[in-house]
C-alpha cells in the first residue's frame, strides 16, 4: 500500500510559477511510476505528466509542455511538479498518482494510488 500526499498549491498570478510535491510512504517507491493529473471545476481528469520510476523517461500534456517540469528523488520518496507561466486555465486540483509498473504515462487506468489533491488558483 502507498499513501500519497500533494502539498505545495495556492493562489499565483498569471505568470507566476509554483512547486508540487507529492510525498509518498513506503520503502519501494523508486519502483512505482509516477504521474500528476489534474481537474478543474465542472471537466474531467486530464493528464499533466508523467516519470518513469528510475526518472529516465518523462511525458507532458501538450497544454504544459515547456512550461511545467516532473522530476523525482527517490531518496526522499517524493515527485515534484515544478509549474512556471501559469495562467488561469492552470487552474485545478492537482493529484500524484503511484503507478507499480515501471512507466503509465498518461495512461489513468495503469495508476493504483492515488493522492487526494492539491488546490492550484491562477488569477488574471
Known amino acids: 500500500q502507498v499513501q500519497l500526499v500533494e502539498s505545495g498549491g495556492g493562489l499565483v498570478q498569471a505568470g507566476g510559477s509554483l512547486r508540487l510535491s507529492c510525498a509518498a510512504s513506503?520503502?519501494?517507491?523508486?519502483?512505482?511510476?509516477m504521474g500528476w493529473f489534474r481537474q478543474a471545476p465542472g471537466k474531467e481528469r486530464e493528464f499533466v505528466a508523467a516519470?518513469?520510476?528510475?526518472?529516465?523517461?518523462?511525458d507532458y500534456a501538450d497544454s504544459v509542455k515547456g512550461r511545467f517540469t516532473i522530476s523525482r528523488d527517490n531518496a526522499k520518496n517524493t515527485v515534484y511538479l515544478q509549474m512556471n507561466s501559469l495562467q488561469p486555465e492552470d487552474t485545478a486540483a492537482y493529484y500524484c498518482a503511484a503507478s507499480r509498473t515501471f512507466y503509465a504515462g498518461s495512461y489513468t487506468s495503469l495508476y493504483d494510488y492515488w493522492g487526494q489533491g492539491t488546490q492550484v488558483t491562477v488569477s488574471s
Open positions: 513506503g520503502r519501494t517507491f523508486s519502483s512505482y511510476a
Open positions: 516519470i518513469s520510476a528510475s526518472g529516465a523517461t518523462t
